[in-house]
């Protein structure tokens, strides 16, 4: 790693963790612990306290910010609607494969609301949350995106969004539904104003809204940002290991729609099938990429005019303050040690693995040859992860950092290193949850926790922005740090060939 430059851990840990000290001494003029909100669109009543449960925040779960004809366009609900309050319990998940997340229904669109107990002198900043999953599966229910900690540990009011995903948020069917392939994105559109009407009574300020996301959640943010209709929504945007410079056009839209409507069956009208036929469709073979067909943004002309970051950044949010961030080791969430790619993975069989994986047209042979000259001690796995993480995994927040340079509006650029910190794992740091407390991770999340909500109040995590000749970059490993171009290498290597977004 070159240019490395000392950073006072004190600097950017002393506000964490003073504000952890404050959130876990709750004053005695704290909010009550089952609370009532009365904002533009009604009453919202706070989760149930559980007897001795520690507060540090309230939450307002399972608001309902919009209804839904599959396929259609949201209609805003404008009347304080939450059908679960009374369990405590969020919304469901859109349908999806799998039972990770339950329960499940296309009456998927509820937000939550996580605001400190301590009382604050002047409205909080706002962070809003989009969950990962590509945009075919996930859900804010997850633990994970529980937002207390993150909310009483920042000193910030956090929502969370749940929205439509795959056939039911992206499927294009323009012909009969002309808002079907961004369906998806209206619904966030329609949450982040239900956000402008109400937040205020939270403690929210409306005038200080960032939204951010991991993965698909951050590729939401990033088509978002190129959307008009969202703009003026949100003032800030942080995605996580999540990207979208191209989106899909309109004619691979199309070839994906026929693919599943092969597989839902001839005959079968989409509109009216049932719930989980539409899910098993969704095992069709995508005719652009293979594996299962994917669904997301759609270049249509009507709500998406352009795409996200090619060839350069929504004029629209250029002076949208924006952060941007990945894992040193994406792809180690992505393959199992006992599937094709890695079981029985050899110098010798390197090159054929790592192949179909890049996502770009380069030689493997080729690249497995120059990384094994950089990185002569490097075994096989760490090879394929370093390789497949930096041509595919890294490149699209390359691309999106150094176009946001050019444009002169250079966003803030961080790396997660901690533990070879694998695609996803920034969640349970930023949001203060997870299993793992040992100090050293406390550490780390008060460190990314600390950055984020600075990020929201201020537009400044507190390095310097990313530009062409530094690209300055936070690492967060059990020592913070500001590297000047981290894995230069690596980047200058598969800047010799297009970057394609996958899925466009």
Request: charged residues 20%; contains cysteine; glycine residues 8%.
């Amino acid at each position: 790693m070159s240019g490395a430059e000392p950073f006072s851990r004190r600097k950017l840990l002393g506000g964490a963790a003073g504000l952890v000290m404050l959130s876990y001494a709750a004053p005695s003029w704290a909010q009550p612990s089952n609370a009532t909100v009365t904002a533009t669109d009604g009453t919202y009543r706070s989760k149930p306290r559980k007897e001795n449960e520690s507060l540090w925040a309230i939450a307002y779960p399972g608001i309902r910010y919009a209804r839904a004809e599959r396929f259609r366009a949201p209609v805003p609900v404008t009347t304080a609607e939450q059908p679960f309050a009374e369990q405590g319990q969020y919304g469901p998940a859109c349908p999806q494969a799998g039972d990770r997340y339950q329960p499940q229904s296309e009456d998927c669109l509820f937000l939550n609301v996580w605001t400190p107990t301590a009382l604050a002198k002047k409205p909080r900043a706002v962070m809003v949350y989009f969950h990962g999953g590509a945009y075919s599966a996930g859900s804010v229910t997850d633990p994970l995106n529980d937002g207390a900690a993150l909310a009483a540990q920042g000193d910030v009011v956090v929502v969370t969004v749940n929205h439509r995903l795959n056939a039911f948020g992206y499927l294009y069917l323009p012909d009969r539904f002309p808002d079907s392939g961004n369906a998806g994105q209206l619904d966030l559109i329609v949450a982040l104003r239900w956000v402008q009407r109400n937040i205020g009574a939270f403690g929210g300020n409306p005038a200080n809204v960032t939204v951010f996301g991991q993965s698909g959640g951050g590729a939401k943010i990033a088509t978002l940002m190129a959307m008009p209709e969202a703009a003026g929504l949100f003032h800030k945007a942080i995605t996580m290991s999540g990207q979208q410079v191209t989106a899909s056009g309109p004619i691979n839209a199309s070839k994906r729609a026929v693919a599943f409507l092969d597989k839902l069956g001839r005959g079968v009208d989409p509109a009216t099938a049932p719930v989980d036929q539409i899910v098993a469709a969704l095992s069709a073979t995508d005719p652009i990429i293979g594996g299962g067909v994917y669904m997301g943004p759609v270049l249509d002309m009507k709500h998406l005019t352009r795409h996200p970051f090619w060839p350069d950044p929504a004029p629209q949010s250029l002076t949208i303050p924006m952060m941007l961030g990945n894992t040193v080791m994406e792809t180690r969430a992505f393959f199992a040690a006992d599937g094709k790619q890695l079981a029985g993975l050899t110098y010798d069989n390197l090159a054929a693995r790592i192949g179909p994986e890049m996502r770009v047209d380069i030689d493997p042979v080729w690249v497995v040859a120059q990384f094994r000259t950089r990185y002569p001690g490097a075994q096989p796995l760490e090879l394929f992860h370093r390789i497949v993480t930096a041509a595919r995994s890294w490149r699209g927040q390359v691309e999106e950092a150094e176009a946001r340079a050019r444009a002169g509006a250079p966003a803030f650029v961080y790396q997660l290193d901690y533990m070879d910190a694998k695609h996803a794992d920034d969640i349970a740091l930023v949001f203060g949850t997870g299993p793992d407390q040992s100090t050293c991770k406390h550490q780390v999340s008060a460190a990314m926790i600390t950055a984020f909500t600075r990020f929201a109040k201020t537009g400044n995590p507190g390095w310097a922005a990313y530009d062409l000749k530094k690209r300055r970059t936070m690492i967060f490993d059990a020592y913070a740090r500001v590297a000047d171009n981290p894995r230069a290498w690596e980047r200058e290597l598969f800047a010799r060939v297009p970057y394609i977004q996958p899925g466009s």
